[in-house]
């Protein structure tokens, strides 16, 4: 199975990533119950994936009802799950190739929603494939959604995954769009359908406890300062603010945003009364198909 233009290191470690993220994630998704902290499950992650000695590539997302991404505790959070829709997303690099990958965990009664994500995800890794246009994806994504009656989060999408950022193109929708870039071998995507029963669209809510650092230039404060080379030792992946060791490190990231150091990424979230569920996983683009990295957290896997 040729992986186009990766070598084959970076082939072993975006694997190493996935099988220290399948384990980290199948332990968690058990913790995710009534009664448990969110910031219980977010440490034991965080602490089982260094224990591997591999490196977190961004905060453990948990992400709870009309919430779709980018909630992660903060240091003294006290919140407790209860009879939630919680989307559990990890991300975990080896020398910087990425895996990410998530789950929903239902205590709602709503199991068809969470099924919707899931076959849609199930759906979207069959299509793909190198030459495949990431709008034929995203198709096969939007009819199993809208299939069970649900829709698509239309402004959410999955991603390339390159080294040391989590992010990158191709960008891949949760919707079939005409026109459209086509897979090609040796890329490594991720693939997040995200199924809702509200209207479709995430907006910013209130809430930020995710950073990451868009530029380094000096600060003259000098909690901002400590802080700042602390988040250099993150290379450049998000990082969460209760990682921060420093005195008053609220106000330190303030001063590093007001000065465009560092931006946040506030929580997403749908319509108050809507429930959020996510399926995840990372591909690798071969030749003559594709590798799944994060295989073994799925029902269908």
Known sequence: MSHGSLD???????????????????????????????????????????EQDAGIAF??????????????????????????????????????????????????????????AEMALEAAVDEAGPGVEVGVVGQAIEDVIRGYGYTPVLNL?????????????????????????????GQAIAIEPFATDGRGKVGE????????LQRERSVRDRRARKALEEIAEFDGLPFAARWLTGDRTEMALR???QSSVVKGYPVLKE????????????LLVTDDGVEVTTAGIHDFD
């Open 157 to 185: 999408s999955g991603h390339g995954v390159q080294q040391y950022d989590a992010h990158t193109d191709p960008s891949v929708p949760n919707r079939g769009v005409d026109r459209s870039v086509e897979l090609e071998p």
């Open 255 to 257: 001063r590093l945003k």
């Open 205 to 212: 809510g209130a809430a930020e406890e995710i950073y990451e």
């Open 8 to 50: 084959e290191d970076a082939v072993e470690s975006y694997r190493e990533a996935g099988a220290v993220l399948v384990e980290a994630m199948n332990e968690a998704r058990e913790m995710v119950e009534p009664g448990r902290t969110h910031l219980e499950v977010a440490e034991w992650v965080e602490d089982f994936i260094r």
């Open 271 to 282: 319509s108050d009364d809507a429930l959020v569920s996510q399926a995840e996983h990372t």
């Open 59 to 116: 905060p453990v997302n948990i992400s709870v009802d009309p919430e779709a991404s980018h909630a992660t505790p903060g240091l003294d959070d006290e919140t407790t799950f209860g009879d939630e829709m919680v989307c559990l997303d990890i991300g975990v690099h080896v020398d910087g190739y990425i895996a990410d990958a998530a789950v929903t965990v239902d205590h709602t009664g709503t199991a068809e929603l969470v099924e919707a």
